[in-house]
């Protein structure tokens, strides 16, 4: 079923800037093959309900095997019979602000 994730996942309590950490997950979401798009708090990823979750729980464990304390911020959107809904949702919001 199709799954669209809002996910923030972060190094908790080593240190003020943290980029290079989150940047480790990121590397393993793009590497997923999955549609996905990073913003400055949360990374969005689409796929079947298996797959995004698998992707989700590696870029955690990415982290968290390495003994760093990590904290997961997660939303989810199950909407059945729907797909690339990472776009679609935006398209809809920008058609209306134009007056389509």
């Known amino acids: 079923m199709n799954t669209l994730v809002a996910v923030a996942i972060a190094p908790f309590g080593v240190g003020d800037e943290l980029s290079s950490e989150v940047a480790e997950v990121v590397r393993v979401i ?3 093959g999955l549609p996905n798009r990073t913003y400055s708090m949360f990374t969005e990823i689409e796929g ?12 955690t464990f990415v982290l968290a095997e390495k003994g760093i304390r990590t904290e997961v911020v997660f939303k989810a959107d199950i909407r059945p019979g729907f797909s690339k809904m990472m776009g ?13």
Do not use: C
Request: net charge neutral; glycine share 4%; hydrophobic share 45%.
């Open 88 to 100: 679609a949702k935006v398209e809809r919001v920008d058609d209306i602000l134009k007056g389509r």
């Open 30 to 32: 793009r590497a997923s």
């Open 48 to 59: 079947e309900w298996d797959e995004v979750m698998d992707v989700v729980k590696r870029a």
